[in-house]
Structures are given as C-alpha cells and as structure tokens.
C-alpha cells in the first residue's frame, strides 16, 4: 500500500516514505535472495536464488508468473538484457562463467568464460549490449552479448565492484571500498598492460 503524493513537484518526501506499508511477502523461495532486477518496461520483476531458482513476478498482476532451475551452474547477480525475455547471470556451481540465458525456453544462448574466480559484480549498460563484471580473481572484464570474447580486461589490486552511468559512456569501478574511479567505455578496450600496472598502482 502506497500513498500518491498530490505535490506538483512528484517528489517523495519523509511523510510519504512513513505512509508506505507491506502489502505482499512472497515466500517462493527456500534460501536467500542474492540479486532482483526489473525489466526495462518495469512490468516485471526477476530475480536469483541460493536454492538455485530463478523467479519471475508479473509487476502488474503482483504475483509470480514463472521459476526456472539452474541446479547444474547455481545462479546469482541475475540481469536482464534490454528484452524481456534474456538475462545474464553469474554461477556458483563448476565454473565461474557468466551466462546467457533465453527465458522463452529456459536454454542458455551464450557463455562467458574468461574470470577464475567469482564474479561479484554485474552491470548491463543502458544503451546497447555491452556489459560489465567484475571477480575475486581481481579482474574487471567488459563483454558484448554478440560475442563470447571478453572486449576489456583490466587486473586491479582487490575485490571490484563496477557499474554504467545512466548514458552508458562512462563505468564507475569502485575496488576494496578504498575509491572509486571512473572511466570511458570507448577506450577501455584499449587499455595497455602498462596502464593496467599503473591503475594497480595509484589504488594502493
């Protein structure tokens, strides 16, 4: 239950937030929830389990509409593409891939490989089909759904996490919780080893 409020300036202040209340619980799920995500159309909601499920809710009707299983890779950090009916999402079982997945038959349309350790951190960029992730194996790795071949590589000193600005030209790239640094998506395909090794560097 949420309260509309009548100010012509449609912001949310603190007396609105105050009148928000629960008006659903849903307990589709058997372990914790690691990642929800919202289609572009916000006419649905899905998201990732630890029990190894994928649900997805109708926004609308306010109720689930579908759960999918990923017994075999395990699923977390789940987004979707800019359809409705494509997500990516990282593994927590064999390998630390990232995949594809078609949501219309539940098969997966491309894999990722390319990160030896845990992927942490998964961003979609708002534009086009680029995305960006980032592992324990201390790597940010910049991809294009096209392709199976990582476009950007770049090692850093700690555990990253990194994200689109909303134009999807510059990534923020925030590492240990120590700073975060900024950069253009256009270039870093680009980036030499030698730029790597001072990035390393200026984050200690």
């Known amino acids: 239950k949420a309260v509309v409020s009548t100010q012509s300036t449609g912001k949310l202040d603190e007396k609105v937030w105050r009148s ?5 619980v849903f307990r589709e799920n058997q372990n914790r929830i690691n990642a929800l995500d919202y289609s572009s159309s916000g006419e649905l909601l899905i998201t990732s389990s630890d029990d190894d499920s994928i649900v997805i809710y109708d926004c609308e009707e306010g109720k689930p509409s579908r759960t ?4 075999k890779y395990g699923v977390s ?18 390998d630390d891939t990232i995949r594809y997945l078609s949501l219309h038959d539940n098969k997966y349309l491309r894999y990722f490989k390319g ?3 845990r992927v942490v951190s998964l961003s979609m960029s708002p534009i086009d089909d680029t995305f960006i992730s980032g ?11 096209r392709s199976p071949n990582c476009a950007g590589h770049m090692h850093v000193r700690g555990r ?14 925030g590492i240990d919780a120590e700073l975060i640094k900024l950069y253009d998506v256009r270039s870093f395909d680009r980036v030499s080893s030698q730029k790597a090794k001072n ?5 200690r």
């Open 20 to 24: 928000f209340q629960i008006s659903k």
């Open 68 to 71: 999918l299983l990923s017994r």
């Open 77 to 94: 950090l789940i987004r979707y593409t800019h359809a409705q009916n494509t997500v990516l999402h990282a593994s927590t079982k064999l």
């Open 115 to 117: 990160h030896q350790q």
């Open 135 to 145: 592992s324990l194996d201390k790597s940010i790795r910049l991809w294009d759904l």
């Open 160 to 173: 990253p996490v990194a994200s689109f600005d909303p134009h999807g030209l510059i990534f923020g790239a």
């Open 199 to 203: 990035f390393v560097r200026k984050t």
